[in-house]
């Protein structure tokens, strides 16, 4: 055993080395860790058309470094970057379950989407879906704070069957005041905002798995995919089909009006 482990220990280190050799014939590799931190901050800053810039600069660098091999360098790096945005996500305070399955949703992502002819636009649309959760992570500045965790609250249990009175109940008021306070400091009511957002967190079942869209409209709690498609169609401007089958369409966000924020 102890031989095992030596022989594994003798041999990362021979490679260790040899990269090291390998990366000093390749001057800009040293910028690497920087891009990748100001990538890091276009992220967490939602800065989309700058990380997607920057992730093509380090795409570039792992072109040069593995030659031939490089396709599958950055699959391997894309799998790390996930798992990176997955701990600002820890940091932020999501719940363990959905950080977790944010890293799965990346991996499956990356495993069964990315290939050698689309890999370029399929990098963008992982900067997008970076983008999106770790927006649902950003503390809301309503200026009642009890919306805020409402809202906090939403994002954390979208796919649950939530209602008025669920929520409600869970803070322990009456569905009349939390409607009242909603309207008046979102600008929509809670059950309006409650559709907002379950057809904000289906695009990205629409565009990134080969869920039905029957399935995705029962995970999300529509009544039938009648009534989904037609409320998708309210917000998004097209059909749940027409939005999948047009992968370049941009997603559609929620804007709050700027005078009611803080």
């Known amino acids: 055993m102890l031989q095992y482990e030596y ?11 040899k990269e090291i050799e390998t990366m000093n014939q390749h001057e800009e590799i040293e910028n690497f860790f920087d891009i990748e931190a100001q990538l890091l901050r276009e992220i967490y800053q939602l800065e989309a058309i700058a990380a997607k810039e920057s992730l093509r600069q380090l795409i570039d660098m792992l072109s040069v470094r593995f030659g031939k091999h490089f396709f ?27 950080a977790f ?4 949703a990346c991996v499956e992502m990356i495993d069964e989407h990315m290939n050698d002819a689309e890999f370029l636009q399929f990098a963008d649309d992982l900067i997008e879906f970076y983008i999106y959760v770790i927006s649902e992570r950003k503390q809301p500045s309503y200026k009642h704070q009890t919306v805020n965790k409402v809202i906090m609250y939403i994002d954390d249990e979208i796919e649950t069957d939530l209602s008025v009175e669920d929520i409600a109940a869970y803070f322990k008021i009456s569905t009349s005041h939390l409607s009242r306070i909603f309207k008046e400091h ?18 990205y079942y629409l565009r990134h798995t080969n869920k039905s869209i029957s399935n995705i409209s029962e995970q999300f709690h529509f009544c039938n995919q009648s009534y989904y498609t037609r409320i998708f169609k309210k917000y998004v401007g097209v059909t749940p089909k027409h939005f999948r089958d047009k992968p370049d369409r941009e997603y559609f966000r929620f804007q709050l009006p700027e005078k009611l924020l803080k």
């Open 7 to 17: 022989s594994i220990s003798e041999s990362i280190s021979k490679k260790y080395f």
């Open 72 to 98: 599958r360098a950055v699959r391997y790096y894309f799998v790390i970057l996930s798992s990176v945005v997955t701990r600002k996500l820890i940091d932020n305070q999501a719940p363990s379950r959905k």
């Open 101 to 104: 399955a944010f890293n799965v």
């Open 186 to 203: 979102v600008g929509i009511t809670l059950v309006e905002y409650l559709n907002v957002r379950r057809v904000e967190e289906s695009q």
